[in-house]
């Protein structure tokens, strides 16, 4: 399983971006699809995750701002990242477990990450 994590780039504080994960060689449908950051110096951090049947679960600190959804027919799953702020700023990263449910577990497949920058 081969992921790509793409839209990432430099916004302003306040500002919006959408990241999307795609896949190579199957469809990200039957599989829980989980983003990650990690800005430098710090721990990488669960941002959300979407399961096969469409739920969804997010780290409290960025429920509202940030929204995970599915694209089935460019098959990604892509997450919303609004009202963004500086501390933001991280390299993003998607990544797929290797059954439908969001378990809270190891990810077992990662995609190359996308640097997100929020600067004015």
């Known amino acids: 399983l081969q992921l790509q994590a793409s839209g990432g780039g430099l916004v302003q504080p306040g500002g919006s971006l959408r990241l999307s994960c795609a896949a190579s060689g199957f469809t990200l449908d039957y599989y829980a699809i989980g983003w990650f950051r990690q800005a430098p110096g710090k721990e990488r951090e669960g941002i959300s995750c979407i399961s096969s049947d469409g739920s969804t679960n997010y780290a409290d600190s960025l429920k509202g701002r940030f929204t995970i959804s599915r694209n089935a027919a460019k098959n990604t799953v892509d997450l919303q990242m609004n009202s963004l702020k500086p501390e933001d700023a991280a390299v993003y990263y998607c990544?797929?477990?290797?059954?439908?449910?969001?378990?809270?577990?190891?990810?077992?497949?990662w995609g190359k990450g996308t640097q997100v920058t929020v600067s004015s």
């Open positions: 990544a797929s477990e290797d059954s439908p449910d969001c378990s809270g577990g190891a990810m077992a497949h």
